[in-house]
C-alpha cells in the first residue's frame, strides 16, 4: 500500500508546487527491515560460532598438553595470555592521553579491575581443576549452570528485560547440551571420574558462577566504557595475580615438563587461541550480549566431539547431531528477538508494537521489535539512572 501526503489545496509536505505527489512505500520499509534483521541474526550467529571453534582449538591443545605431554600446568597456560593481553593492551592504554589513559582509569577505578581479574583468574581455574576429580559429562552439563547466572545477573544489575521466547530459546539450549551429555553416557565416555566426584561437581558449579560474574562485568564495560579498557586492565591485574599464583602453586609442575619444540608450539597454540578469544568475545558482546553469547558457546562441546572422532577416534551417536541442531534451533529463537532495557526500574512498560507517544507524523513505519532504551516518563529532578560508572 501507498501513502501519499497530497492534499486537496495549497503546498503540503512531501509536495511542490505544480510537481506530482511525494510517495512513501510502507511495505518496501518494511521487507527492509526484515532484511536487516535477518542479516544481523546470520551474522550474530556466525559470530558466536566462531568463538565457540576458539574455545575448541583451546580445548584440543589443552588436552593435547595434559595427556600426551603429561603438561598440566592451567594457570601457566593462563600466565602466558595474560602476559599478551598486558603487552598490547595494557601498553596501549599507557600511550593513551585524556581520562583513557591507564593512569586515569586506575585512580578512579583500580579496586573494581582488581576484584574483576581475580573473579577471571579463578574461574578459568576451578573449571580446569574440576577435571581431575569429576567426569568429563559431569563438567559439561554443570557448566551450563553459567547461562541462568548471566540471565539473574543481567535481569538485577544490567536491568535486562527479556520476553518468552527468550526463555524458551535458553531452554532448547540446555536441553541440546543434555542430549549431549546423554549420548556420552550410553557411549561409555567418562573419562575423568575420580573419587571425589561431589567435589569436582561443586568446583564446576563455582567456576560456572565467577564465570557468569566476569561476564556480565564484561557486558556493562565494553558497552558503557571500552573494550581496550577492559582487556587492558585484565592483562594487568590478571598477569600479576596469575604469577603469584603460579609462583607458589605451578612452580614445581613447570619444572616436570618434558620441554621441546612440540610442547612449545602447543603453548604457542594455546596462547594464540586465547588471546584471540578474549579479544574477539569483547566485540561480539558488545553486538549482543553476554547471555547469548554464553549460549553460542554451548556448541564447543560437540565441535570437541566432532573433532574427537577423527583425533581419538570417539564413537559416533546420533544425539550428537540431535543436540547440535536442537542448540542452533535455540539460539535463532533467542536471538530472533530484542532484548531491552528498564534503566528505571519503577518503570515496566509494555514495549511490543508500539510507537513512541507524541509522534506527531503518521507516516512513521511502525515499531515491531524496538531495541530501545526505556525511561521513566515523567522522571524527578535529580533522579539518575541505576547503572553507572564510579
Known amino acids: 500500500s501507498r501513502v501519499s501526503t497530497a492534499g486537496s489545496g495549497g503546498c503540503s509536505p512531501g509536495k511542490k508546487h505544480g510537481g506530482p505527489p511525494v510517495t512513501f512505500s510502507t511495505e518496501h520499509n518494511a521487507d527492509t527491515q526484515r532484511t536487516h534483521n535477518t542479516q544481523d541474526l546470520l551474522v550474530s550467529l556466525g559470530l558466536g560460532q566462531v568463538l565457540s571453534l576458539l574455545i575448541c582449538a583451546i580445548g584440543l591443545s589443552s588436552k593435547f598438553l595434559a595427556e600426551d605431554f603429561h603438561a598440566n600446568t592451567p594457570v601457566f597456560q593462563s600466565f602466558l595470555n595474560y602476559i599478551l593481553l598486558f603487552l598490547v593492551y595494557t601498553t596501549t592504554l599507557a600511550v593513551r592521553q585524556g581520562e583513557g589513559n591507564l593512569l586515569a582509569i586506575l585512580k578512579q577505578r583500580w579496586w573494581k579491575y582488581m576484584i574483576l581479574g581475580l573473579v577471571d583468574i579463578e574461574a578459568n581455574y576451578l573449571v580446569l581443576k574440576a577435571y581431575q576429580y569429576t567426569t568429563l559429562s559431569s563438567v559439561q552439563l554443570l557448566d551450563c549452570f553459567v547461562i541462568p547466572v548471566v540471565l539473574l545477573l543481567s535481569w538485577f544489575f544490567l536491568l535486562v528485560r527479556y520476553k518468552a521466547v527468550h526463555f524458551v530459546g535458553a531452554g532448547l539450549c540446555l536441553l541440546g547440551i543434555s542430549c549431549m551429555v546423554g549420548a556420552d553416557v550410553l557411549l561409555g565416555r567418562q573419562q575423568g571420574l575420580g573419587e571425589q566426584k561431589l567435589f569436582g561437581d561443586l568446583l564446576v558449579l563455582g567456576g560456572a558462577t565467577l564465570y557468569g560474574i566476569s561476564n556480565v562485568c564484561e557486558e556493562f564495560i565494553v558497552k558503557n566504557l571500552s573494550r581496550v579498557e577492559f582487556l587492558g586492565m585484565m592483562g594487568l591485574f590478571g598477569s600479576f595475580f596469575s604469577g603469584i599464583q603460579l609462583a607458589i602453586m605451578e612452580?614445581?609442575?613447570?619444572?616436570?615438563?618434558?620441554?621441546?619444540?612440540?610442547?612449545?608450539?602447543?603453548?604457542?597454540?594455546?596462547?594464540?587461541?586465547?588471546?584471540?578469544?578474549?579479544?574477539?568475545?569483547?566485540?561480539?558482546?558488545?553486538?549482543?550480549?553476554?547471555?547469548?553469547?554464553?549460549?553460542?558457546?554451548?556448541?564447543?562441546?560437540?565441535?570437541?566431539?566432532?573433532?574427537?572422532?577423527?583425533?581419538?577416534?570417539?564413537?559416533?551417536?546420533?544425539?550428537?547431531?540431535?543436540?547440535?541442531?536442537?542448540?542452533?534451533?535455540?539460539?535463532?529463537?533467542?536471538?530472533?528477538?530484542?532484548?531491552?532495557?528498564?534503566?528505571?526500574?519503577?518503570?515496566?512498560?509494555?514495549?511490543?508494537?508500539?510507537?513512541?507517544?507524541?509522534?506527531?507524523s503518521p507516516l512513521s513505519p511502525a515499531i515491531l521489535e524496538p531495541s530501545v532504551t526505556y525511561t521513566s516518563l515523567s522522571p524527578e529532578s535529580g533522579d539518575e539512572l541505576p547503572v553507572q560508572v564510579a
Open 251 to 360: 612452580h614445581k609442575e613447570l619444572l616436570k615438563v618434558p620441554w621441546d619444540w612440540q610442547i612449545g608450539l602447543l603453548y604457542v597454540g594455546f596462547s594464540a587461541f586465547m588471546f584471540g578469544l578474549y579479544s574477539f568475545m569483547p566485540v561480539v558482546m558488545k553486538r549482543t550480549s553476554a547471555a547469548s553469547v554464553n549460549l553460542s558457546l554451548l556448541t564447543a562441546d560437540l565441535y570437541s566431539l566432532f573433532c574427537g572422532l577423527f583425533l581419538f577416534h570417539y564413537k559416533f551417536s546420533g544425539l550428537y547431531l540431535l543436540s547440535f541442531f536442537v542448540i542452533i534451533l535455540g539460539l535463532v529463537l533467542y536471538s530472533s528477538s530484542s532484548t531491552y532495557v528498564a534503566q528505571d526500574p519503577r518503570v515496566y512498560k509494555q514495549f511490543r508494537n508500539s510507537r513512541p507517544a507524541g509522534d506527531p
